[in-house]
């Protein structure tokens, strides 16, 4: 099993709608959470982090539900450029080792059309 | 512009052959990684930098590869005799540990690496 899971899609949508990610991830001890958006041949740039009380950011929701190991990226009236790679981004905690490092989802495609 | 830089953005090589890339980062940031994405993957970690000090290596990083950081600002990857699977995106990121969001990474533009 992949340590970071996320549904490749791709995810066609229409211009307005709304759309949602799920990543799971596989250790417990995970301590910190990301979204990150990547456009093709890009590098990938962090959307959001993503806090134990879930938060907001414009049309971005990000939740955690750690008793189940999954975040959530909910994503409201979509628009034609919010379409790109969605990966999600965990990092470990001190204790368990690997607390240096972000371990990441395959990523999820959007394709927001008109 | 204050982000992270890379250089080159694209390097051709023969196999057999050594490449050397080298990363800038973020001003002040003092951790450095560095990350290797091929298509239709999130990126692969691979070494970890703390100033100059390299604490954390993958074990993708084969005797091949090696990583410095040698004044704790700039650092360089190099792949001595290349192989056609290392042909990939090489991405470097960095972060500072204050902050609202102390293990957040920035990346740069990559360097992306083919292997003929």
């Known amino acids: 099993r992949k340590e970071v899971e996320q549904d490749p899609g791709p995810f066609n949508v229409p211009e307005g709608a709304t759309v949602a990610f799920n990543c799971t991830y596989s250790?417990?001890?995970?301590?910190?959470f990301f979204w990150y958006r990547q456009d093709c041949r890009k590098e990938p740039k962090l959307l959001m982090s993503v806090y134990s009380s879930g938060n907001e950011d414009g049309r971005f929701t990000a939740q955690l539900n750690r008793a189940s190991q999954y975040i959530s990226l909910l994503i409201r009236d979509s628009k034609l450029s919010d379409s790109a790679t969605y990966l999600c981004a965990v990092n470990m905690s001190p204790l368990s080792g690997g607390y240096n490092k972000l371990i990441f989802g395959a990523g999820t495609r959007l394709a927001v059309h008109p | 512009d204050t982000g992270v830089s890379q250089d080159p953005r694209h390097k051709i090589t023969k196999r057999g052959q050594n490449v050397t890339f080298r990363c800038d980062p973020i001003?002040?940031?003092?951790?450095l990684y560095w990350y290797r994405q091929t298509l239709g993957q999130g990126p692969e970690f691979l070494t970890y930098f703390q100033n100059e000090a390299q604490l954390e290596k993958s074990r993708l990083l084969s005797d091949r590869f090696s990583a410095e950081r040698p004044k704790g600002s700039f650092s360089t990857l190099e792949i001595q005799r290349t192989e056609q699977g290392d042909s990939a995106m090489y991405l470097c990121?960095?972060?500072?540990?204050?902050?609202?969001?102390?293990?957040?990474?920035?990346f740069g533009p990559g360097t992306r690496l083919t292997v003929t």
């Open positions: 250790n417990s001890a995970s301590q910190s």
């Open positions: 001003s002040e940031h003092n951790r």
């Open positions: 990121a960095s972060s500072s540990p204050a902050g609202r969001g102390p293990h957040e990474q920035y």
